[in-house]
Structures are given as structure tokens and as C-alpha cells.
């Protein structure tokens, strides 16, 4: 589960795609997904159900 409140700009680091920073947030609680931008690997989109591996 991710942490809240999550605000643009954070910085995070993912297991498998290192550190990447917070680019968009969509929706809210149960329903919340977010944008991350990955040097290397682009940007990636999860929400809190999907994403595993991030710490915040």
C-alpha cells in the first residue's frame, strides 16, 4: 500500500527500476494511481493495488 499524501516532485525507489521521481497523480483512497518517470526505463503508471516493490 502506498503511503499518503504522495505529492508530485517525490521522490521514490522501486526494487527493480531504481529511483524515479513522481510525475502525476490520479484519483484518490481506494482508487489512487500514480505516474513515475525512471531514468532508463521511461515513465511507469500503477496504482495502489498494482504496484509493488516502491518505497516512498
Known amino acids: 500500500m502506498l503511503?499518503?499524501?504522495l505529492l508530485?516532485?517525490?521522490r521514490v525507489m522501486h526494487?527493480?527500476?531504481?529511483?524515479?521521481?513522481?510525475?502525476h497523480i490520479?484519483?484518490?483512497?481506494e482508487k489512487l494511481s500514480i505516474a513515475i518517470k525512471f531514468p532508463?526505463?521511461?515513465a511507469k503508471i500503477g496504482s495502489n493495488q498494482t504496484i509493488?516493490?516502491?518505497n516512498c
Not at 526494487?15 to 510525475?23: A, D, Y
Open 8 to 10: 508530485v516532485g517525490d
Open 3 to 5: 503511503r499518503t499524501p
Open 52 to 54: 509493488s516493490g516502491l
Open 15 to 23: 526494487s527493480i527500476f531504481g529511483e524515479g521521481e513522481l510525475t
Open 40 to 42: 532508463g526505463t521511461g
Open 26 to 29: 490520479f484519483g484518490s483512497s
